[in-house]
């Protein structure tokens, strides 16, 4: 098992015992806001993505992480996911999604720039692409924070995304 770890942040791949905390994730207020047009997903709809973010673990070596805060006392707080995912042909997403209580302190920025340094690192990824809804400035803060750039939009999933890329060699702005 991966983990990764910085002074503050603590992740491990994502396992089925994290259902509940990935579904309280995806009906936190930001990330609805942010990232569903106002519609939290349902118990379905959220097991459903820990499903998937599963099988692409084990078919393709994709991993998304829990994001865990480190707390004073030892103890880990959940804050979000983070983590690549397959994408159309051979590009590889990142995916990052945090609650408003972890969101504005640089959790995500910090978490991705792990996923990045892994991607180009161990899995020997040579492209990443990061997709991010037009409203969500905080997401497209943190793709340029990291090197990626914009490369136009993207109708993926039914939606329309602005299309983030990174080449493995490119530097980031960090």
């Known amino acids: 098992m991966t983990i990764l770890e910085t002074g503050r942040l603590f992740l491990r791949p994502l396992q089925p015992s994290d259902a ?3 579904f309280q994730l995806h009906c936190d207020p930001l990330v609805v806001r942010l990232t569903t047009h106002g519609q939290p997903m349902t118990r379905v709809q959220s097991d459903e993505r820990l ?5 692409e673990e084990r078919d ?3 991993t998304f992480f829990a994001v865990f805060e480190k707390q004073p006392n030892g ?3 959940f804050a979000g996911r983070c983590g690549l995912r397959s994408f159309k042909y051979d590009a590889v997403e990142i995916g990052y999604c945090f609650s408003e209580r972890a969101s504005g302190r640089g959790l995500a920025t910090e978490s ?3 996923i990045v340094a892994d991607a180009f690192g161990r899995l020997d990824r040579r492209k990443l692409v990061g997709l991010v ?3 969500n400035q905080q997401s497209q803060r943190v793709l340029k924070k990291l090197g990626f750039t914009q490369n136009g939009m993207t109708f993926y999933r039914d939606v329309d995304y602005l299309c983030f890329e990174r080449n ?3 530097s980031a702005y960090i």
């Open 133 to 135: 809804r037009p409203t």
């Open 75 to 77: 103890d880990l707080l």
């Open 112 to 114: 991705a720039c792990l």
């Open 168 to 170: 493995k060699g490119d």
């Open 60 to 62: 393709f070596g994709l």
């Open 20 to 22: 509940d905390a990935l």
């Open 51 to 55: 499903d998937l973010y599963l099988r």
